[in-house]
């Protein structure tokens, strides 16, 4: 058995529904999301452990574990007022 790590993305979800939408830069057809972080990491791990196997089913390569790889920083833009 191997120990993949995956970086993982949570969002906020709709300001009327909470919780949180969670993506996999290394699956993209993985997308799912939980009304708590803790949650929202269950069901990512879930869903990536269901997109590995389906690759593996199809004959397809699973990729690399790439925890830490991912990173998220803050732009600002500036522009004039309409």
């Known amino acids: ?3 993949l790590r995956y970086s993982v993305v949570l969002e906020p979800g709709e300001p009327d529904e ?3 939408v969670v993506t996999v830069p290394a699956f993209p057809e993985a997308v799912t999301e939980g009304d708590s972080v803790e949650e929202a990491l269950a069901n990512a791990r879930e869903v990536i452990e269901a997109c590995i196997l389906a ?7 699973i990729p690399a ?4 790889a991912t990173r998220i920083e803050t732009v ?3 522009f004039p007022a309409a």
């Open 18 to 20: 909470g919780g949180y």
């Open 76 to 78: 600002a833009i500036t």
């Open 55 to 61: 690759r593996r089913d199809r004959g397809e390569a």
């Open 65 to 68: 574990a790439d925890a830490g």
């Open 1 to 3: 058995m191997a120990d």
